[in-house]
Structure formats: C-alpha cells, structure tokens
C-alpha cells in the first residue's frame, strides 16, 4: 500500500512539473474602421487580358488598415538542458466578412468580403527547436528573412495602407510587391545575438519529378510530366551598437515547370511546354533611436528573370526615409517618403518612376487598444506598354483611414 502511495505521489509530482514547463498562448488582434480609397488604375498592356485605364472611388467601414487582424496559437515546451520546442498557429481574421474566416472569391465583386480567396487563411504554421546561447530552427509556413527585416525598420509598422515604398500596398488590400512575405515549406534558423551580430537563414523546397508517358494511340493521348520545382533560399544579418540598428538580407526564389508531353509536335519549342523564373529581392535598413524620435531608412531590389530567356525581367527597386515619435506619452506620430524605378525588357528597357509618402498617428487609450488615423499616397508615371509594365496613363491613388485596433 506504501509503495503504491509513494508511485501515485511520484507520478502527480511528475505531471505537475511537466504541465509547469509547458505554456500555450493565445492572442490575436481586431482592427476596424473607416476607409477611404481614390484609385487611378493605368491600362492593362497585351498579351495580358486588355483592361483601359480606369478610375475607382469606394468608402467603407473596412478593416486591418493598420495591422492585419488574426488569430494564434503559440507555445513553448522546456526540454532540459536549456533546449525548448516552440510552435506557431496563426490564422488571418476578417471581422467585417460575414464568416471570420473569410467569405468566397465571387462575394469581392460586390464589395461585401475582402478575402480573394475564401476560407481560413494561413499566415504563420511552424514547429520548432531552440537552444540557449546558441539559436533556434523551424519547419513550416514562415515569414521570409526581408519580412522580418522590414518589421524592424519600417516607421509605418508594415501597415496596409498606401504610401509606403518598401511595404506598398495598392489599394485593394494586397500587399506587397516589394518582396516575398512568407514561404511554404521553409526550413528556416537563426542565431542568438553574439557582439551585437545576428544571422539568419531559410531554405525551401517542393519539388516533384512525374513520369512522362508515351503517346498511346487515339485512346490514350500523351500525358505530361516532367520536373514541378519551387525553391528557395534566404539569409539575413542584423547589428546593433546601442542606438543604432543596421540590417541586411537577400532571398532567391525559382519555380520551374517543365510540362512537355512524350510526344510532340515537330513545330513545338521548348518555351511553350515549360516556364522558369528566378526572383531575387534585396533589402537593407537602418534605424536610429534619438530618444525623442526614432529616425528610418530603408532600400529594396527585386528582380524577376525568365530563366528560358535572361533579356525578359522584370525589377523594381525603390528607397524610403521616415521617423517615428511619441508626441505626448498617449499620442505616437509617423511619416515616411520615397521614390523608386519600375524596369523591364522590351525595345528601349521600359521604365516608370513612382513615388510614396504616408502620415499616420495613434491615441492611445491604453496599452492593448488604440484609435489610429493614417494618410497615404502614391503616384506612378506613364511607360510604354509591356507585359510587365503598365502602358498609357499614369496610375496612382490615395487612402485614408480612421479607425480602432485592438490587441489580445
């Protein structure tokens, strides 16, 4: 009987400690309001679907204009021996959608769901394994070595209005063209910070490789097959030296699809059976913290190759300066300003210059929920018409928002 009282103690003790090593949090972010868009979209250029310029005007109470609204699960288990297992659920949330998770594609045309595609959407999904005083590595769904970079040098906070050359946003709730958010099927590490330095990497891959069968006669035709390959690779570096915070990173993704049949006609070329694009993004920025503000600024690349053809690219790069301050301990103001170059191939290299800039502040009521107010505009010139570049007039728009964030 004692020995059995001893065990059941033994074995309580054990799951009470085990239950104290581990945590699971859950939080999230609501954010409503009021917005305003005026839009100048330029004509679509052939062989894309022909589209004249037009003019667009909408106002309503919208959502996530300052931070995209969600839902997530995260938590972290004390493994011993200062090794931890870590884990990331996050969700995209659409409070004015009739479903939280987002309503179908068809509902956008009639403006009563922001979701283009329906359902819950994934925004973070990882599990990972971490170390004391060495680092951590991940596997999943992730954000990108230049997505984190940007969340600590962009003075809007990666918001998602217009006016921001490094974190754009065109007005229809997309973002961003700049660079790659996040990546499926990423591996990614990072290390503690060793003499100010930081490092980070990420891989991705997804790759298949199907049989190509032959061509069977007039009841079984040829079928595709051949490599579907989508890679990636990104690394990142962070220094800081008290005040000053400097960062650099580079990611490079490649899909590559060759569907040519077993069986092709004599006149068939390569280019039609197969597509393969490089896509490599830069960034690096700067913060500089001067106590009564904090002083930002940033420059991006991306350029993306047809790997049939080197000449056909299209890039856009762009450079943004801004500050950040609290003007009273309750009131917190931003602005920002940049320009940038589209560039793409065609007779005479088409470009088309833009240029951004964005005003923003926030009350706040207390440290989980502010009332924000936010400015943006941005204006592109016209370029010859290209597949990559949009032809004719000149495009631009404007956004404003009042509205209400809460964090949870």
């Not at 884990?87 to 309503?103: K, N, Y």
């Not at 943004?320 to 602005?335: L, M, N």
């Not at 191939?345 to 923003?360: E, I, R």
Request: glycine share 14%.
């Amino acid at each position: 009987m004692k020995k059995s009282l001893l065990a059941v103690a033994a074995m309580t003790a054990f799951a009470g400690a085990a239950q104290a090593q581990s945590s699971v949090t859950v939080y999230g972010i609501l954010d409503v309001g009021y917005i305003g868009t005026n839009l100048r979209v330029p004509q679509t250029a052939a062989p894309l679907t022909a589209v004249p310029a037009y003019k667009l005007t909408q106002n309503a109470f919208g959502q996530s204009a300052e931070t995209t609204s969600r839902l997530g699960f995260k938590g972290t288990e004390d493994l011993g021996g200062g090794m931890n297992a870590f884990f990331t659920a996050e969700f995209q949330l659409f409070p004015q959608d009739w479903s939280l998770s987002g309503s179908s594609a068809s509902a956008l045309g009639t403006g009563t769901s922001a979701n283009p595609a329906g359902g819950l959407q994934n925004r973070q999904s990882f599990v990972g394994l971490s170390k004391k005083g060495l680092g951590q590595a991940a596997i999943g769904t992730q954000y990108t070595p230049i997505h984190v970079a940007v969340g600590k040098t962009d003075p809007g906070q990666q918001n998602n209005m217009i006016g921001s050359v490094i974190y754009p946003a065109n007005g229809s709730g997309f973002t961003t063209g700049a660079y790659t958010v996040r990546s499926n099927n990423a591996l990614t590490a990072a290390t503690d910070t060793f003499s100010g330095f930081k490092l980070s990497a990420m891989y991705a891959m997804n790759n298949q490789d199907r049989t190509q069968l032959a061509n069977g006669g007039a009841t079984a035709a040829a079928t595709n097959g051949g490599n579907t390959n989508s890679n990636g690779w990104g690394l990142g570096a962070d220094y800081t030296w008290k005040k000053l915070f400097v960062t650099a990173n580079y990611q490079s993704f490649k899909n590559e699809t060759n569907s040519t049949t077993a069986a092709l006609p004599a006149a068939t070329t390569g280019n039609v059976n197969g597509q393969n694009i490089t896509d490599n993004q830069m960034y690096v920025g700067t913060t500089y913290d001067f106590g009564i503000l904090k002083a930002y600024a940033g420059w991006t690349s991306r350029k993306a190759t047809s790997g049939l053809d080197s000449n056909n690219y299209a890039k856009r790069s762009g450079q943004q300066i801004g500050v950040r301050s609290f003007i009273t301990p309750k009131i917190e103001g931003w602005a920002n300003v940049g320009n940038g170059r589209f560039t793409s191939y065609g007779t005479g290299s088409p470009t088309a210059n833009f240029t951004a800039y964005q005003l923003g502040a926030n009350y706040w009521l207390s440290k989980r929920t502010n009332l924000y107010t936010i400015f943006g505009s941005t204006q592109t010139s016209s370029s010859a018409a290209t597949t990559a570049l949009p032809g004719g007039t000149a495009g631009g728009g404007n956004q404003y928002a009042l509205g209400v964030r809460h964090t949870f």
